[in-house]
Structures are given as structure tokens and as C-alpha cells.
T-cell receptor, first 113, second 118 residues
Framework: GNSVTQMEGPVTLSEEAFLTINCTYT??????LFWYVQYPGEGLQLLLK?????DKGSNKGFEATYRKETTSFHLEKGSVQVSDSAVYFC????????????FGTGTRLTVIP | NAGVTQTPKFQVLKTGQSMTLQCAQD?????MSWYRQDPGMGLRLIHY???????DQGEVPNGYNVSRSTTEDFPLRLLSAAPSQTSVYFC?????????????????FGEGSRLTVL
């Protein structure tokens, strides 16, 4: 089957700290992988994506590399800001045009000044 | 830039009542979907549509109905609300791709509708 497992939260970091949020997946076929972010009171929005093995997605200082050998897509940022406080969701679609995205449970990040 | 608009943002129902959550998008997206978000469970797909007149069930369809009479609108109906349907509901849309008309992967979400069933 298809599923995504994220590290349990919440995660609390000081400003300028290094961030890693772990994500591993199980999928049939050749999935595309995504990170979505949900800011307080808002809907989810796409943060970054990778569509094939060894691809690196990046946006707003966040990066994630599609590792097929470890079935992982960990989110990283070198220096977090207070404005990065949000809930982060890892997700996959098992193939282009599949009718569902499978989401992880979300990891809440709080960055304190 | 309206994007995906959901109404209402908040609703309280009594068990057995019915209601409709509205969703409209102005991006001419073929694919539209409804998810529910519950603590510790992430987002789960309720129903989806790959175009006007075409709908199908997702992971958790029981207790919900949908219709897609236009490209823009995709309402979600609760016919007889139950406490288990207390959740935050998100509508999402996307350009369609592939022979099945599924999403490209970049979903555009509404702001959500928080529903409480007493």
C-alpha cells in the first residue's frame, strides 16, 4: 500500500537553529513526494516537491532529497525563523495522475526568538 | 486571486442535522477533492472529481455526498451528521494529468471549514 510516516512532534527550536523533520514512505510504483506547510488559520500550501529518485526539492531555504534506497524525504533548513512556525506535512502520490495524495500526520514546528 | 473558497468557516450541528459545505475555485482546475483533517491522522480523502459530472469515492466516503455540476463548484453534503464527523474539512483543486485525470500533485487548498457535531 501507500503511506507516509513522519516524525512525531511538536518540535520547538530557537531562531537560527537547524531543522530536520523526518519522513519515510511506502509506495507502489514510482511515487512523487511533497512537503506541504500549513500556517495558523490557513489551508495547506505546497512547499517543495521531487518527482524522481535523487531529485532535490527546494524553496524558501527548505530542502528535501528523494532517497529511494532509504525510502525517505527528510525536510531540512539551515536556519529557522519565527515565521517558519507552522505544521509541515509530507505527502506522496503513487504515480502521475493517481487520484489521491497520501499525507503524513503532520509535524508542528514552533520557533522561539 | 480568490483561488479556492470554502464556506462556512465554522459550523456547529446537532446529530442528525444536514448541511452542505461549499467549495468554489476560479482557476479552471479539472480536479477537485475534499479532505478531512483529524488530530494524529493527517488528511484523508473523502471524495474527488476529475471533471464536471464525474465524481468518485476516496478513503472515507461514508456519510458524505458530492456532486460536480460545474467546473468551479464542488459541494460536500452531510445528510445526517454524526459526532464522528467532527473535523476540519479542506477542499483542494488541481490541474488534472494522466489518463485517470488525477491531480498533478500540487493541490491548492481552501482555508478549511471547522465542523462540530454535538
Amino acid at each position: 500500500g501507500n503511506s507516509v510516516t513522519q516524525m512525531e512532534g511538536p518540535v520547538t527550536l530557537s531562531e537560527e537553529a537547524f531543522l530536520t523533520i523526518n519522513c519515510t514512505y511506502t509506495a507502489t510504483g514510482y511515487p512523487s513526494l511533497f512537503w506541504y506547510v500549513q500556517y495558523p488559520g490557513e489551508g495547506l500550501q505546497l512547499l517543495l516537491k521531487a518527482t524522481k529518485a535523487d531529485d532535490k526539492g527546494s524553496n524558501k531555504g527548505f530542502e528535501a532529497t528523494y532517497r529511494k534506497e532509504t525510502t525517505s524525504f527528510h525536510l531540512e533548513k539551515g536556519s529557522v525563523q519565527v515565521s517558519d512556525s507552522a505544521v509541515y506535512f509530507c505527502a506522496l502520490t503513487p504515480r502521475t495522475g493517481a487520484n489521491n495524495l497520501f499525507f503524513g500526520t503532520g509535524t508542528r514546528l514552533t520557533v522561539i526568538p | 486571486n480568490a483561488g479556492v473558497t470554502q464556506t462556512p468557516k465554522f459550523q456547529v450541528l446537532k446529530t442528525g442535522q444536514s448541511m452542505t459545505l461549499q467549495c468554489a475555485q476560479d482557476m479552471n482546475h479539472e480536479y477537485m477533492s475534499w479532505y478531512r483533517q483529524d488530530p494524529g491522522m493527517g488528511l484523508r480523502l473523502i471524495h474527488y472529481s476529475v471533471g464536471a459530472g464525474i465524481t468518485d469515492q476516496g478513503e472515507v466516503p461514508n456519510g458524505y455526498n458530492v456532486s460536480r455540476s460545474t467546473t468551479e463548484d464542488f459541494p460536500l453534503r452531510l445528510l445526517s451528521a454524526a459526532p464522528s464527523q467532527t473535523s476540519v474539512y479542506f477542499c483542494a483543486s488541481s490541474y488534472a494529468k494522466g489518463v485517470n485525470g488525477g491531480p498533478t500533485g500540487e493541490l491548492f487548498f481552501g482555508e478549511g471549514s471547522r465542523l462540530t457535531v454535538l
